[in-house]
């Protein structure tokens, strides 16, 4: 395409066309239709039927995945957070560390067990928590850590491990974003004592809708976790449902439909994984040479699964002056979008600026913070700076033929660069 052309911004042509702007995620095929189709017209429409269920297939597949020893599935990635806070003993008065950028969900399901999230400051390049200022949050009330393998990238476990052992922590991977991601050679899902995946139809792994996946190594944690998420209930094979409730219980079971779609999804798994190894570095590298764009890194020893990609702007490092990281932001969000380049902003705050955690939310007599002690803060300027001077792709290049769409956005962030005094002029406006 030619450099120098018109901006979209300004009545020239998109450097994307529709179809690369709008590639669909998840892919659905014929075999999927018919793995739903089969679970309806078969006799498990949920997963509490004793014996082999499409649910208890997807769950040692999982954990075979995984190279760990349990899987209990679960409706949603949340439901898997809170089933392993509540199966590794974290409850009232407890305090969970978690990073200060994330998805809501991580933050909230220290709540829903009674317990306190305490937010930690990430790292500028891996942007998962950063271990050091984990630590600096620890006390006598401390219980768990939820190091989160944010985009994809797995957080760095050697450190929280070695953080947890030093504390008698819990460690629960949120690994909602981060399927098939390895640590130094090992699986996220295998790395600390449990682990929550979601399948939530934007993820690597979907379902058709909602799902979650927790993972452990640990016999009586996926005990625990199977008695919790169908009301306490003890379910023995061959022997008939007796609705005696042996512990606090909730409905947090998965569906054979949703067990059924994510199964013919994983059959495909490794070829579309495959695919994004294909795709997303190169898209990587031609952005990287742009001036004041930082791109996604691996760190040695890791897979990342690309499942969000984060740019971050730096205006000085491209010779912009008056221009402040979020006006760089906003300016290039409004040129690359008119080019048909779909960034979004994932995450407008950092977690603790939430209003839920700000004002403190609990139940009606304002449990748990109102019985629980002052937690711990500190300060977050890495997590700001990211929420502020970044931008996300999402969905569109986790397809596996996303190739030549990825070609495309870098012609529009190239476009866009071509003409830096005009995206200077617009974002001194929005700075
Ligand atoms: C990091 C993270 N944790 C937890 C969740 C919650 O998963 P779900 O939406 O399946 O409840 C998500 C979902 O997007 C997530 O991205």
Redesign the pocket.
């Known amino acids: 395409m030619s450099r120098h052309a018109k901006l979209a911004a300004f009545g020239g042509s998109p450097a994307v066309s529709p179809r690369a702007r709008d590639l669909p995620w998840p892919v659905i095929e014929d075999a999927d239709r018919a793995a739903v189709l089969a679970v309806l017209d078969g006799d498990h429409l949920v997963s509490n039927a004793d014996g082999p269920t499409r649910v208890s297939e997807l769950e040692e597949r999982w954990a075979a995945f995984c190279g760990t020893s349990h899987c209990v599935a679960t ?7 809170t089933t392993a806070l509540h199966a590794l003993g974290v409850g009232a008065g407890d305090e969970v560390i978690v990073p200060a950028l ?5 933050g909230l ?1 220290p709540l829903h067990q009674s317990a306190i999230p305490v937010f930690a400051d990430i790292d500028p390049v891996t942007m998962n928590i950063d271990p050091r200022s984990a630590a600096d949050l620890i006390t006598e009330r401390t219980a768990a850590i939820i190091p ?3 985009h994809g990238h797995p957080a760095d476990m050697d450190a929280v491990d070695a953080l947890a052992a030093r504390h008698g922590l819990a460690v629960i991977e ?4 981060a399927h098939g991601a390895t640590w130094r050679g090992k699986p996220v899902g295998s790395l600390g004592d449990a682990a ?5 139809a ?2 690597n792994l979907p379902t058709c809708g ?3 996946l927790l993972t452990t190594a640990t016999a009586a944690v996926a005990e625990r976790a199977t008695l919790a998420r169908q009301f306490g209930e003890e379910m023995t094979a061959g022997r008939s449902r007796d609705y005696i409730s042996h512990i606090l219980g909730w409905n947090h079971k998965m569906n054979p439909v949703q067990a059924a779609f994510a199964l013919s999804q994983l059959d495909r798994f490794a070829d579309y994984e495959a695919a994004r190894q294909r795709n997303v570095p190169p898209f990587l590298s031609r952005i990287a040479g742009l001036p004041g764009i930082t791109v996604p890194t691996v760190q040695p020893g890791c897979t990342h699964t690309w ?1 969000i990609l984060r740019f971050r702007f730096d205006p000085e490092a491209a010779g912009l002056t008056g221009v402040t990281p979020a006006g760089f932001r906003r300016a290039v969000h409004r040129l690359l979008r008119a080019e048909g380049v779909p960034v979004s902003r994932y995450q407008v705050m950092p977690l603790p600026e939430q209003k839920v955690f700000t004002d403190r939310a609990g139940d009606s007599h304002g449990h748990p913070w109102a019985r629980s002690a002052p937690p711990p803060r500190a300060p977050h300027p890495v997590a700001t700076a990211v929420v502020d001077d970044s931008l996300t792709l999402q969905r569109r290049h986790l397809h596996p033929d996303a190739g030549d769409a990825l070609e495309q956005y870098a012609d529009g962030f190239e476009k866009v660069w071509d003409q830096l005094p005009t995206v200077r002029s617009m974002a001194r406006a929005l700075t």
């Open positions: 409706s949603n990635g949340t439901t898997a957070l994330s998805f809501i969900a991580t399901a989160v393998h944010l949120d690994a909602a974003q929550a995946f979601s399948l939530q934007t993820k909602e799902g979650g499942h």
